[in-house]
């Protein structure tokens, strides 16, 4: 049987039903063909991006999950350090002079201020404010002497039986003036004493002192 050849430049595109058979089987396999291309490749870059979406999510969830892992493991030490914390801050207040013991304190160090020479002119005690776990007591003050005696009222203070805490509040300290060599301290000073056990403080009472 010989094979007729065709020229694919001579047919009319325009009455596609005039095609011989071979055509019209070769057009439809290259369309089918095509379809099938372009429905695949559609199909396979939307599968690759939720692919890409899928494993950026996991990546996230994996950092969190380690992150959450760790924070867990550390969770029980973090506790035992705040546990040892607390114990320490209530050996530290301990230290503070108690509510009987906060006159007598007041009174020496006062009478240590003498005894280094300074001049008391003014030593007022204010009235105290409740904290958390600590009370504060102003005391506003004018004390009159040289640097060695302020110099040796600090250390007597600190030599005193009780922790004693002192925080300078507007504080100024000048040369008494007029060919004197004395200085002038004034201005109000605090110190604290911890809380009895016997004694509650409103944690509404403590916002407003704050």
Partial sequence: MSSQKIDIRNLDYNNTGSW???VK????ALLVALIVGVAWYLFVRETREMIATEEATE???LAEFTDKQ????NLEPLKQQLAQMEVMLQQMLRQL???NEMPDLIVDVSQTALASGINNELFQPGAETPMQFYAEKPIALRMVGTYHQFGAFVSGVAS????VIMTMHDIS???RGDGDDTLVLEGTVKTYRYLDEDESVDETVVEEAL
Avoid: D, F
Wanted: glycine letters at 8%; aromatic letters at 0%; hydrophobic letters at 45%.
């Fill in 20 to 22: 011989p058979v071979q």
């Fill in 25 to 28: 089987i070769g057009a439809c």
């Fill in 59 to 61: 990546a996230t969830l």
């Fill in 70 to 73: 760790g924070r867990a493991a």
């Fill in 97 to 99: 002079p108690s509510k």
């Fill in 160 to 163: 005193l039986p009780r922790v």
């Fill in 173 to 175: 300290l000048a040369p």
